[in-house]
């Protein structure tokens, strides 16, 4: 793989609870000068104000804010925009992760509906088997979120769930936000210094 796909990478944002997992994860990325293709739910802008506490009334601005002096390239799409390249198989890239994932998404994703540009692009990597990892975020879980994750994971998905680690003694949020970035970084090859591994 080239240099230049291995540092091009989609990134979708639910409304799961957990918005900020997304945000610092493209955060990083972009720190790391890859090329970010981002793609947000309606829901997950209701997530930016209520979890984040964002005036999302000029979404241009608020990509801005959270991205806009870092030094990667960004580039957003709307949901239902199946003429972006990331929608087609012939556009490579190193892979996608979905942070936070609504099981709503994870549904569309474990059944091939392709009902918009994320369950889309979700589905190129399973075809062209490319890097997908999925961080669930919902508790309790039933039957079907469950055989929805199997199923996913039996056709080469990485499933991550929302479940930060506590041995490295998170002192603060930001502590075990980046815990949980992290760890879907290294499922996704990325080499990062979010947080401070055992042994270290």
Not at 45 to 60: A, G, N, P, S, Y
Not at 133 to 157: C, F, Q, W, Y
């Amino acid at each position: 793989m080239s240099e230049r796909i291995e540092k091009i990478m989609t990134v979708g944002i639910t409304g799961a609870s957990g918005g900020m997992y997304g945000v610092r994860l493209t955060q990083e990325l972009l720190r790391q000068e890859y090329k970010v293709h981002l793609v947000l739910t309606e829901a997950a802008w209701q997530v930016f104000k209520e979890e984040l506490l964002l005036d999302t009334t000029d979404r241009e601005k608020v990509i801005h804010e959270l991205f806009g002096d870092l030094p990667g390239e960004l580039h957003t799409h709307d949901l239902h925009d199946y003429a972006a390249p990331i929608a087609s198989g012939s556009y490579r890239s190193a892979g996608m992760v979905i942070i936070p994932c609504s099981m709503g998404t994870l549904s569309g994703m474990a059944h091939g509906a392709s009902g918009n540009l994320l369950e889309r692009t979700a589905d190129v990597m399973l075809k062209e088997k490319r890097k997908l990892v999925i961080v669930p975020r919902e508790t309790p879980l039933h039957d079907i979120h469950l055989e929805n994750m199997l199923k996913l994971s039996k056709m080469g998905a990485t499933i991550l769930p929302a479940m930060p680690g506590y041995y490295h003694l998170p002192k603060t949020i930001d502590d075990l936000v980046n815990f949980l970035v992290g760890k879907a970084l290294d499922s996704l090859g990325v080499e990062h210094t979010l947080f401070t591994r055992w042994g270290e």
